[in-house]
């Protein structure tokens, strides 16, 4: 069944992509539940932010917003899934339509705004998903209403951190989507000096509260020079954050230039954002020298690229709009992929 997207591609990319992303989730959903699929990657546990992924490939977030897929995309053989962006109330997003396939360049844009059910509801899909249960790895990712002041930012992220808290393996705090309104000046000194030093406050009390633990990792735009990664990196430093995940969706359109999409507002993902999410990522890597896990994501279309992205430093990654392309096979051979390098290179787990 994995091995059938191909065929079914040319069926799901007639339609609307939102109406095929929808549908495809659904359909995965109902062949899950009758046990038609299953792929396994080969096992190759790596420990980070003291949890034991069972292999180095997950979903980043953007696909299961509301966490009401988990047990399908499951079937794929992630190692960890993210699920969100969640906000602590339910919104309906942008207007659509809101994503858009740029098939020549394995590329999306999607302008969605964060359109979920809210962080309660994400919650309940989690405490009922058997891949949860039996010990399946869930990242939430958090981020603010966008009817909420910027100057009020803050509330939302520590609302929404309560009640995502005691469900995940770890919380990503998002400040770096394009879609909602002054979003990613959050990423700025003050406002992230203050942010970040209030949802580590807020995750030592919870962690007190839970009697456990949960990692918070920060995501970062690609849109960043070398001095505004230099700023990030001493700021989660120094406010002992335990991951950063580089990089979310792009504002540049040159690689894209021609397209007829090309001039959609919105986040642009997939191949033309890989030079530059991985630059973003090594320079990251290399500012921190190895002192936290990071996490890369932007790009990947192939088991080379996610290679590219160890070899700049990212100790996980995280796959999206090459699954939209590719399907499940992709998953497979960035797995494949990655173990064969980490054997190569004797890369030991952190």
């Known amino acids: 069944m994995m091995n059938l997207y191909p065929l079914l591609r040319p069926l799901l990319f007639s339609l609307a992509p939102e109406t095929a992303h929808n549908l495809s989730l659904n359909a995965l959903d109902q062949a899950a539940k009758l046990g038609l699929l299953r792929q396994t990657l080969p096992t190759d546990p790596v420990t980070l932010m003291g949890i034991t992924f069972p292999n180095r490939v997950g979903l980043a977030a953007g696909l299961d917003k509301d966490g009401a897929h988990i047990d399908g995309l499951a079937t794929m053989g992630f190692g960890f899934i993210e699920i969100g962006t969640v906000t602590p109330k339910p919104q309906p ?12 360049h394995g590329a999306l844009i999607n302008r969605f705004g964060f359109n979920n059910l809210g962080v309660n509801n994400l919650v309940n899909n989690v405490k009922a998903s058997q891949f949860v249960k039996n010990g399946g790895i869930i990242g939430i990712n958090i981020g603010k209403n966008a009817t909420t002041p910027i100057d009020r930012a803050n509330d939302d992220y520590l609302m929404a951190l309560d009640e995502a808290y005691a469900h995940a393996h770890y919380v990503t705090i998002n400040i770096s989507s394009p879609n909602t309104q002054n979003l990613r000046s959050l990423q700025q000194d003050d406002a992230l000096e203050t ?9 030592q009390r919870l962690a007190d509260q839970h009697g456990k633990y949960v990692p918070l990792a920060l995501k970062i735009a ?3 020079d070398d001095l505004q990664i230099e700023a990030i990196a001493s700021a989660v430093r120094r406010h002992r954050f335990d991951a950063v995940i580089a990089t979310n969706t792009t504002l540049e359109r040159a690689a894209v230039m021609g397209d007829p999409h090309a001039g959609e507002t919105g986040g642009l993902s997939g191949k033309p954002v890989l030079e530059k999410s991985t630059a973003v990522l090594a320079e990251l890597h290399k500012k921190l020298a ?21 070899e700049a430093g ?4 995280q796959v999206y709009t090459g699954l939209i392309y590719q399907g499940p096979a992709l998953i497979k051979d960035v797995g494949e992929a990655l173990v064969r390098y980490n054997r190569q290179n004797h890369r030991p787990s952190l």
């Open 195 to 203: 942010l970040l030093a209030g949802l580590k406050e807020r995750q």
């Open 290 to 310: 190895g002192e936290l896990p990071l996490i890369g994501v932007g790009g990947i279309a192939s088991g080379a690229d996610a290679v590219a992205k160890r």
């Open 93 to 104: 997003g942008n207007p659509q339509p809101r994503l858009f396939r740029l098939p020549a």
């Open 314 to 317: 990212a100790d996980l990654v």
């Open 222 to 224: 690609p849109d960043l």
